[in-house]
Nanobody, 126 residues
Framework: QLQLVESGGGLVQPGGSLRLSCAAS????????IGWFRQAPGKEREGVSC????????RYADSVKGRFTIPRDNAKNTVYLQMMSLKPEDTAVYYC???????????????????WGQGTQVTVSS
C-alpha cells in the first residue's frame, strides 16, 4: 500500500523554527517528485515547496523563499520541510504529496500529485 505520513507540526512562536517530516511507505521517494502544500482556514491549498525527481532540484513559493528548505533523506525514505523565521501567516495544515510520473522540474500546483498525506497542523502564534 502506497502511503505518505506527515509529522512534526505544532505550536511555535513567531520567529521560531519547525521541521516537518514526510515518510513514505510502499514506494521510493527518490523516484518521485515531492511537494509540500498548505491550507489555511478559508483559503485554497497552495504549493509551498517541491523537490524534483532525479536531480533533486527544489522550488519555493515566493512567500517562503529564504526561510524554508526541502531536504531529502533517501536512506530514510523521508522528505522534510525545514521552516525557519516562521510568521503567523504560515499557520496552516501542511500536506506532503508525491508523484512518480513527473520528470523534469517539479511544480507547485496540486496537479499532478496523486499521493497525499493526511496533513499536520502548524500554528505560529505568541
Amino acid at each position: 500500500q502506497l502511503q505518505l505520513v506527515e509529522s512534526g507540526g505544532g505550536l511555535v512562536q513567531p520567529g521560531g523554527s519547525l521541521r516537518l517530516s514526510c515518510a513514505a511507505s510502499g514506494f521510493s521517494l527518490d523516484r518521485s517528485a515531492i511537494g509540500w502544500f498548505r491550507q489555511a482556514p478559508g483559503k485554497e491549498r497552495e504549493g509551498v515547496s517541491c523537490v524534483s525527481r532525479g536531480d533533486g532540484s527544489a522550488r519555493y513559493a515566493d512567500s517562503v523563499k529564504g526561510r524554508f528548505t526541502i531536504p531529502r533523506d533517501n536512506a530514510k525514505n523521508t522528505v522534510y520541510l525545514q521552516m525557519m523565521s516562521l510568521k503567523p501567516e504560515d499557520t496552516a495544515v501542511y500536506y506532503c504529496a508525491a508523484v512518480r510520473s513527473l520528470f523534469g522540474q517539479c511544480v507547485l500546483s496540486r496537479a499532478p500529485y496523486d499521493y497525499w498525506g493526511q496533513g499536520t497542523q502548524v500554528t505560529v502564534s505568541s
